[in-house]
């Protein structure tokens, strides 16, 4: 019997074509966003012949948490979207793998756990020398409210 002379089956089908597509979606959506972080962080950090690279970057609703290493230096930064634009609220090092450092940045406990949790997974396989380089930065420094200065 087709699907089309069943409505239970059709309804089955088309419930799965929309699932698979709004997950698309999704990770299109996140891709898109971790590539707006990624410029941002390279459009404030970068200096001539010393460039940022970032990655991994987590994104959880309006709240992210980016990895970066800037030639032997590194650390974290942890970002929030307002107004449909993404700021760096704050820089750290090995602080931003912690949920509870993350909520007392003001983000929620939900998404604070969900960005810690997956941040960790997402450094999981990377080499031990990089994830050392994350937590050179130090001091966590407030870059909302700290001009920025060159080399972070």
């Known amino acids: 019997m087709s699907a089309l002379k069943n409505p239970l089956r059709l309804a089955v089908v088309l419930a799965c074509a929309l699932s698979a597509s709004f997950a698309l979606s999704d990770e299109?959506?996140?891709?898109?966003?971790?590539?707006h972080i990624r410029t941002l962080i390279s459009e404030t950090f970068?200096?001539?012949?010393?460039?940022?690279?970032?990655?991994?970057?987590?994104?959880?609703?309006?709240?992210?948490?980016?990895?970066w290493t800037q030639g032997e230096n590194g650390g974290r930064a942890l970002l929030r979207r307002e107004k449909g634009k993404w700021k760096i609220m704050l820089c750290s090092g090995d602080g931003l793998k912690?949920?509870?450092?993350?909520e007392q940045a003001?983000?929620?406990?939900?998404?604070?756990?969900?960005?810690?949790?997956?941040?960790?997974?997402?450094?999981?396989?990377?080499?031990p020398e990089q994830i050392k380089r994350f937590g050179l930065f130090g001091a966590?420094?407030?870059?909302?409210?700290?001009?920025?200065?060159?080399?972070?």
Do not use: C, F, W, Y
């Open 28 to 35: 299109a959506t996140v891709t898109n966003e971790q590539q």
């Open 46 to 67: 970068d200096r001539p012949n010393l460039q940022v690279k970032s990655e991994p970057v987590i994104v959880v609703g309006n709240h992210a948490v980016a990895d």
């Open 98 to 102: 912690d949920a509870k450092v993350i």
């Open 106 to 127: 003001d983000v929620p406990r939900d998404v604070a756990t969900s960005l810690a949790q997956q941040l960790a997974k997402a450094e999981h396989d990377l080499p």
């Open 140 to 152: 966590t420094k407030n870059m909302l409210s700290q001009p920025h200065e060159s080399g972070h």
